[in-house]
Structures are given as structure tokens and as C-alpha cells.
């Protein structure tokens, strides 16, 4: 799992001139210096992390990580030589000294007297733009380009409270709503039977309205007029835009109105000489544009639910078996690798490791979605977050904080969430030549109207345009394609399914060949020996011993299966002396006083050594799906052995699925013809290219991408990576190498090819749902501009008020969020409790 193997032989030499840092800089965690650890050279110094994810953070900004002052004595401290670090607040404090260190935990809230409230998320976490990534700050704020509420980059699991911005809108919601009732009241009431209006007489009625409405517009509304503004200034026109104009429109026009009546020519005046206002729109108008701000701020909040019910299990504590064999709970920042942790039954494994004793079964569907629980003893790995059902065990903390897999899998999901889908440029290029459209249609209908409208002309003239502009707002626009890839991506993860970004799920769905590698994809990838034939007068038992020595020293997946096959016969291995390697060919040694050889034909045929009548057995095997090797043993054939790859057992049937949905599947693999055949046979796939090198599985992809066809790749190991990253979409299966996972754009968590096929379904329900999403804005927007222009004046006999523009126009972005969001409940065909 360590990338930085390499990096860190290379720089022992340099340790001794530079000096090697204690503490990691970023989160103030000790690092041991004698283990494994990423680490970055700045100026001449190497600091060390905790894990790649502190090292990222400051490789992106050292000089915010090199100094702290020390809250007590004020000193300049070095953070990573600090001789203690607290938590406060969610901040983290450096201290010169022990001492200060002390003083500070007894009392830090006389050292930081009257520091402002913490944010609800931690110091430093980065703000972004659902709809403008490249957007990026530091704390809470809004997108100078489209007005949207900035969201945390780093998603946290504590509950950091509700949205400040969402506590900020239903507040201005609420006043809203208060003043507006009793607007519309006054203006409705007559059709209502309750004419409060002839009452109070027209004058006093149209003062109270006055009233009323001044503190929705001027101080509810201020923040929709702060983004219109900004907009214009960034000259990035937005719906902030169009909203500001027709609030403003409405309001200004009513002010003017209200006091200076006679400023207005006879056409704008009403029977008894009165000018008609607009101050119940510009106030519900306001109302209705909170509402679906608040909803939507709500239903962007139920979108990253799916990365905070994976943030939240991982447990809070953990149970450390101190050396005194005693336990103690202790919070899982505090604990390191290499602790030794007890986890009981019916509890979560706190971190990454290995089972030191005990025995159990663990339910990994939350990473994996696969509902079976898995055995685990001792050697076993686990993984933090799974869930131990009925036995209890002592494990040792191999990966812990960011390194956790399942740390990884929430930086991806955040990463995924907020990648922008390429279909999502086709919505950013109308929304860049749909406001100043908009401004001109408004402007276009006033004209008309004040021009050939029956009378009070001017007055219909407002209303159309104030009508355009607040109905056209683009926002649903702008939210069609990031709800669905966040709710996509969230939902993806709960069932194993991890997205790189929103273009691989878009590719995938278009998806129409694929190419599967055989060895660990569509196999286990642990071989097991199946048949040892042996010539006349050699003893089976003595030559198991002897190629099990042998090939222990061998990296080869078949030695494994060698080796395993001598113990589990109870034959141990011995020492082999003059071991030796021949690529491509086998290994040859001295053992127990006999020179053995074990490998393919070639290495045989070299030496003069004649296979004769153990070929025909050897092909044998391979149309039965097994790998051959022949054994040697004092330059005589003694006979040979065969090993077999099981296939993994939901393979048959995803491949029935995945050719049902008309995929053309391609079995790509390193291994003999003949063996690869017999594997394909088995499966029902018709093409397949063996012998294969790396180089030649990336010169697959590219002449199939050639061919105009949609490729993806999955494979597990090192040697796919050139072509996982040739494909179109480059799919990682499970726990293979980090190497994969980094060129692929989609990774199964449980290296199963079903997992493909929840991948397909999702990525095909995601791409029709931001279809939907698409339309639902595209043809409201065009709808809604000439209705609210006044086309259909001629026919009904009056116009579109400004409030059911508005009602409408917000009814339009909750469609849209609604809609993704029942990507939640997407059926993934994993097991029924997944969700």
C-alpha cells in the first residue's frame, strides 16, 4: 500500500545533513522515524507525515504549516519540532514547552480570551463551488460567479451543525413570510370577502403596504442583491441577476408610486386617479425565492449523507490492549500503528490491520455491497469501518487517520461529488448567453407593452417584464447535472461502486466493449495445485518437498500455489542451494543433493531434454483451465504439475448480464492459449487475446478505441495500469494495486465482476436522470419566458403576475433536486439491506 517506497530509500543519504522533523507539521501527530512514512524535502528539511493526506496538504502550502505561535508565552514555534500540541475548538495549538503546554490544557480559555465562535468546520477547511470548481477559498462565503453557496471540499463526519447559510435564509425566509401574508391580505382581501382595502381607504392602504414590504426588500432580500451586484461586476450575469432587476423593478416602481403619485402621466393612473403599486409581488416574490433556497439548501445538505454515514463508521473510540495486557478506551485519533486493539462482538473495526488472535466473521458489504460475511483469523487483514459480528479479536493497527481505506474511499466520493460532468458544459453555455437574452426579452416586452397595451399601458409594461426576468432564472439550470453526480456518487459508494469523477460515470454509461484480464478479474488470483504427475520411481512426496523448496523464493502467483499445496500436505520445505531465475523459462536449483528443474517447455527444450509423451497429458490440462509446469530433476523429465486459477463465483453470471445489455466482452490475459480458452469456454466468451504483455493489453484498448469503439478496461494489477489508462474507463478491481486505482476512473471495492454491472446501472440511471434533469429546466425556462411576456394576453385577458412567476421558477429547482435525489433508491441489485 506504501507509495513512497522509493521515495525513501532515495533520500537516506540526505538525512544526515538535513534534519528529520519529529512531528508531523500538519496535524501535530508524533511520527515514529523508524517507521514507513510519506514525507516532503522543503529548504533543505525533510518533514515527515502521518500519512500521504497530511503530506498533499503541505505540499500544497508549506509556509502555513512551518510556524505556530505558542497561545501561552507568545513565541514563534517550529510545528514540527513543538514540544507539545493540543485540540481546542476544533484547532490545534503548538507550544514551546511542556510547561505552556500544561498551563494551557488547565485553563485555554484565558489564553485565547475573546477569540470568535469556531466555524462549524475545522480552521482551513476549503470552501468550493458545486457549479464553479475552480472556485476554491477559505472558509464559508458565496460564488462570485454564480452566486451559489460555497460547500466544504473536505466533508467532516461530526455533525457540524446545520448549514450556517441554511440558519441565515430560513431566518430571512420567515420575516419573509410574516410580512407577506398580510400584503397579500390587503391587496386579495376584496376577492376574499374581506375588503380590508375599502376600509382603510386606497391612500392609508397603499402606506401600509409601503411599510410592510420596505424590510423584505431592503434587509430579507439583501443578500439576493449582493450576488446580483457581484454578478455584474464579475460580469458573469447570473439569476442573482435577473432576480435583483425584477425585485428591484417591482419595488422601485411602487416606491415611486406611492410618493410621488403625480410624477406618472394619465396613462399609468387608475379609476380615482390612483397609480397601481407592486409591493405584494416584489414581498412574496422574495418569499418564494427563500423557500426554494432553503429547500435546496436542505436537499444538498441529504446528498452528502451518503459521505457522512461512511465518515460515521469508523468508530469514535477504540479498545488498546496495553503491555500490561489491561484495555483501554482511548479516541481513534490516538491511536497509532502497531497499537494492539481488542474488538469485540457486534462492535466496528476501528482502523486498517491484522488479526493477531481470535476468530470471527466481519460483514464488509458497507465497503464492498457484498451482503456475505467473511471469515477472519489470524493473518487476516481488516478493514476499518466493517462491522465484527459473533467473535471477538486482538488486531494490530496497520493504517490508521488518512490512510485508511476507508479514508480513501470518502476522499474519493468528495473528490467525485464535486467533478463537473462534461454534458454539464452544455448547460454552462446556455446559461452564458441565457441571462443577457433574458434582460433583452424583459426590455422587448416593456416596450411592446407601453407601446400597443390597453391602458394603463406603462403599468402592464412593468408587470410583463418584472414577470420575464424573475421567471427565466437559469438556477434550475445550473443544479441538473451536480445534484444527480453528487447523489450518484454517494449512492455508488454504499454499494461498492467507487466513482474517480463525473466524466468516467458519464463514459461508462456509453460504454459498449469490454475488456476483462483473467487472473484476479474473472479468477481468484490465487492459484491452487491441482494434479502432480510423476514418471516411474520418483516419490511424490519427496518431489513436492523438493519444488516446494524451490519455489518458495519465487514471486510467481504459481509458486504460491506450490508451496501452499506442500503444507497443507503437511510437507515442509528445505534449503536450496545455487537457486537461479530464468526469465521467461523457470527457476533451477540444488536440493537434498538432486539438481531440479522447474518451468515451461522452453526451459526444457534449451537443454536438449526430450518432453515426448508428457506433451499430450500437459495439453490435456490446459483445455481443462490448469497451468502446466514441468519438472526436472538430475537432467532427467521426473513429470509435471498443474496449477489452477478458481473462477470467482459471481463471475458466470454478471457476464450473462453484461452480454444481455449487449457489451462485447474481451477476455485479455497473459496466460497460454489454450488455458485461456478453456477459462473463456467455460464463461460463454467468445474473444479472447492471450500471451498479452502489458503494452500489448494498451495496444488492445487503443486498436479497439480505433475501431470507434467505447472501451472499458477492468483489471487488478500493476501490469494493467498502461491499459486502464488507455481506455475510455479504466475500472480497478478491488483490493489490487494503488497503481490501478489511480489510472482507473471507476474502482470496485470487491474486485467482482457484478460490481460492474451495478457500475453500468448506476452510471445509465445517473446520465438519463441529469437528461431529465436537463429538460425539466430547458423547456420551463422556454416555456415560461413568452407566457410571462403576456403571448397568451390576447387569449386569456390578463397576465402572468410576478408571484406566480416566481412560485414558478422556484417549483422548477425543487423538481430538479427531487428528481436526483431518487437516485438514492437506486436498485443496484446488491444485497436488500445495502441502503
Known sequence: ????????????????????????????????????????????????????????????????????????????????????????????????????????????DHYLGDRPEPEAMPKGTLYTCPMDPEIVQEGPGTCPKCGMALEPMTPSAEDTGPNPELVDFSRRFWVSVALAVPLLILTMGSMLGLPLRDWLGERTSVWIELVLATPVVLWAAQPFFVRGWNSIVNRSPNMWTLIMLGVGAAYGYSVVATLIPNAFPAGFRQMGGQVPVYFEASAVIVALIFLGQVLELRARERTGSAIKALMNLAPKTAIRVGDNGQDEEVPLEAVHAGDRLRVRPGERIPVDGVVIQGQSSVDESMITGEPVPVEKTEGDALTGGTFNKQGSLVMTAERVGGDTVLSQIVDMVAKAQRSRAPIQGLADRVSAWFVPTVVFAAALAFVVWALVGPSPSFVYAIVAAVSVLI?????????????????????????????????????????????????????????????????????????????????????????????AGAKDEGIEPVDVAQF???????????????????????LFEQRQIDLGAVQERAETLREAGKTVMFIGVDQQLAGLVAVRDPIKTHTKAAIRTLAGQGIHLVMATGDNATTAQAVARELGIDDVRAGLTPEGKQQLVESLREQGRKVAMAGDGINDAPALAAADVGVAMGTGADVA?????????????????????????????????????????SLGVPVAAGVLYPWLGALLSPMLAAAAMSLSSVSVISNALRLRALKLGESAKAD
Open 1 to 108: 500500500m506504501n507509495h513512497d517506497h522509493h521515495h525513501h530509500d532515495h533520500h537516506h543519504h540526505k538525512h544526515e545533513h538535513s534534519a528529520v522533523m519529529t512531528r508531523d507539521p500538519v496535524c501535530g501527530m508524533t511520527v515514529d522515524p523508524n517507521a514507513e512514512k510519506p514525507e516532503a524535502d522543503y529548504h533543505g528539511t525533510t518533514y515527515r507525515f502521518c500519512g500521504p493526506n497530511c503530506r498533499d496538504r503541505f505540499q500544497k502550502d508549506p509556509e502555513n504549516y512551518l510556524n505556530a505561535e505558542d497561545p501561552v508565552c507568545g513565541m514563534t514555534v517550529e510545528r514540527a519540532r513543538a514540544a507539545g500540541v493540543e485540540h481546542h475548538q476544533g484547532e490545534r495549538f503548538f507550544f514551546c514547552s511542556t510547561g505552556c503546554a500544561d498551563k494551557f490544557k488547565a485553563n485555554p
Open 580 to 602: 537461479e531465475s530464468i526469465t521467461g523459462q523457470g527457476v533451477v536449483g540444488d536440493v537434498e543433493g538432486h539438481t531440479l528443474w522447474l518451468g515451461n517447455a522452453a
Open 741 to 781: 486505482v489511480e489510472s482507473a476512473g471507476l474502482t470496485l471495492v470487491k474486485g467482482e465482476l457484478n460490481g460492474l454491472v451495478r457500475a453500468r446501472t448506476l452510471a445509465q440511471a445517473t446520465l438519463r436522470n441529469i437528461k431529465q434533469n436537463l429538460f425539466f429546466a430547458f423547456i420551463y425556462n
Open 471 to 563: 421567471i427565466a432564472c437559469p438556477c434550475a439550470l445550473g443544479l441538473a447535472t451536480p445534484m444527480s453526480i453528487m447523489t450518484a456518487t454517494g449512492r455508488g459508494a454504499q454499494a461498492g461502486v467507487l466513482i474517480k469523477d463525473a466524466e468516467a460515470l458519464e463514459r461508462f454509461a456509453a460504454v459498449d466493449t469490454l475488456i476483462v484480464d483473467k487472473t484476479g478479474t474473472l479468477t481468484e488470483g490465487r492459484p491452487k495445485l491441482t494434479d502432480l504427475d510423476l514418471q516411474a520411481g520418483h516419490d511424490r512426496s519427496d518431489v513436492l518437498r523438493w519444488i516446494a523448496s524451490l519455489e518458495r523464493g519465487s514471486e510467481h502467483p504459481l509458486a504460491e500455489a506450490i508451496v
